[in-house]
């Protein structure tokens, strides 16, 4: 069965744009988190979606901001972008809830804000 | 605040050493831990992944153990390979009041077996 799919796998951006994240999780799995990867603070969690609803979400900015829709496929925004978002970004998916289950993470969006 | 670290940081061996990866957490009242492994530029692939009740799980050449009250884990990887050159990382999962949970991360152990 297809894997996690996000797209797209690399972009550009200059500071102050905002761009959109997205994410297809496994089929039947419901639950969806994403991740912030730099190399100086490591993976960082940004939110987990479960049912069209944000469980939990992380100690980030309001210009961090995500949904899910009916499907389970999710969506990740950041809005006025600055040098520091430049990151890899990574979602997973899950049966359920994150925690219980086994993750099965995208290959990653490579942002690079110039 | 959960808190994970990994020691070593990096670890370089020779092809056919056994090895010790190991990781540690400040909060015992964990649901899970889960160990990663990332390739460069690439996501996390799952390896294990141990319940707050079970003690350790294997997985062909892989053993993680679990010692929740020190909060200690290891990943033992028997045998090594150039193949399992890769950065290794340990993640715990903390449920939270709002019915979602959150998985930390350590830093990672970046492994390289050498031929």
């Known amino acids: 069965k297809a894997g996690v799919t996000q797209t797209p796998r690399y972009l550009i951006k200059t500071r102050g744009q905002q761009v959109t994240l997205s994410c297809s999780p496994i089929?039947?799995?419901?639950?969806v988190s994403w991740y912030q990867q730099t190399p100086g603070q490591g993976l960082q969690f940004l939110f987990e979606?479960?049912?069209?609803?944000?469980?939990n979400k992380g100690n980030f900015p309001g210009r961090f901001s995500g949904r899910q829709f009916s499907n389970s496929r999710s969506e990740m925004n950041v809005s006025t972008l600055e040098l520091g978002d430049s990151a890899l970004y990574l979602c997973?998916?899950?049966?359920?809830?994150?925690?219980?289950?086994?993750?099965?993470f995208g290959a990653g969006s490579r942002l690079t804000v110039l | 605040k959960q808190e994970v670290t990994q020691i070593p940081a990096a670890l370089s061996v020779p092809e056919g050493e056994n090895l010790v990866l190991n990781c540690s957490f400040t909060?015992?009242?964990?649901?899970?831990l889960q160990w990663f492994r990332q390739d460069p530029g690439k996501g996390l692939t799952s390896l294990l992944l141990?319940?707050?009740?079970?003690r350790e799980q294997t997985s062909g050449r892989l053993n993680a153990s679990l010692d929740k009250s020190s909060g200690r884990s290891t990943l033992y990887i028997a045998a090594s390979q150039p193949g399992d050159s890769a950065t290794y990382l340990c993640?715990?999962?903390?449920?939270?009041?709002?019915?979602?949970?959150?998985?930390?991360f350590g830093e990672g152990t970046q492994l390289t077996v050498n031929p």
């Open positions: 993640a715990v999962t903390n449920y939270l009041g709002s019915g979602g949970s959150r998985l930390t």
């Open positions: 997973a998916s899950s049966l359920v809830s994150s925690g219980a289950n086994v993750l099965t």
């Open positions: 141990i319940q707050s009740s079970q």
């Open positions: 089929s039947g799995h419901r639950s």
């Open positions: 909060d015992s009242a964990i649901y899970n």
């Open positions: 979606y479960f049912s069209e609803t944000q469980r």
